[in-house]
């Protein structure tokens, strides 16, 4: 079946622009994530959706960045006057529910380059 | 949120079995273990997952002491695309990705 879906796959913009990125989940998952890599490290959790609840935006780095989930299904980050230190790759996952077993689908990224 | 110590790398050779260890000293009684595999330009794939002793499936096994303070990942005869991240992880929905195990597996 159909896996987390992310668009674009590379993204390449000047320094201030703003961007966004979208996250199409798998089709029935009601928790989505947004977490980001800078090269050689790990995932930095920035912010999940849970249904209708209010979203967890306490991994969100700054108020440049902002995300919505509209109709509980495709989700788009948001990042407002882009910075260099911003770039990396911009990941996004999907479950069932937010159970403590339930594992996280991963789609392959977005890839931001900020010039 | 369980913080998880593993080894930054291993190398390992074809056929071998591999075991990789992860610490999570403060899991907490509900939390699972759960490990993932990146590969270079895609995201972190679902390995295995557990809660205590032992679980095995087409790809890995996993190993949880009683304490539950650690855990191995163990991969059968590896081959050279098992050269991977490996990410262990102990906690629910905020999990939080280490910098995991970079594994290279040689021919």
């Known amino acids: 079946g159909a896996g987390v879906s992310q668009s674009p796959s590379n993204k390449v913009t000047e320094k201030g622009k703003d961007v966004e990125l979208r996250c199409d989940p798998i089709?029935?998952?009601?928790?989505l994530y947004w977490y980001r890599q800078s090269l050689g490290q790990g995932l930095e959790f920035l912010i999940y959706?849970?249904?209708?609840?209010?979203?967890?935006k306490s991994g969100l780095p700054s108020d440049r960045f902002s995300a919505e989930r509209t109709g509980g299904s495709v989700s788009t980050l948001t990042i407002q006057r882009t910075q260099q230190e911003d770039s990396a790759v911009y990941l996004c996952a999907s479950s069932l529910d937010t159970g403590v077993s339930q594992p996280q689908h991963f789609g392959d990224g977005t890839r931001l380059s900020i010039l | 949120l369980a913080k998880t110590t593993q080894p930054i790398s291993m190398d390992s050779y074809e056929g071998q079995e591999v075991n990789i260890t992860c610490s999570h000293n403060?899991?907490?009684?509900?939390?699972?273990i759960t490990w993932y595999q990146q590969f270079p330009s895609q995201g972190p794939r679902f390995i295995i997952q557990?809660?205590?002793t032992k679980v095995t499936n087409e790809v890995a096994s996993l190993f949880i002491p009683a304490d539950r303070k650690s855990s191995t990942l163990s991969l059968p005869r590896v081959s050279l695309s098992d050269t991977a991240v490996y990410y262990c992880?102990?906690?629910?929905?905020?999990?939080?990705f280490g910098a995991g195990t970079r594994l290279f597996v040689k021919a």
């Open positions: 403060n899991i907490a009684t509900n939390d699972y």
């Open positions: 992880l102990a906690g629910g929905f905020k999990t939080i």
């Open positions: 089709s029935g998952h009601t928790a």
């Open positions: 557990g809660y205590k």
């Open positions: 959706f849970q249904g209708n609840s209010a979203p967890d």
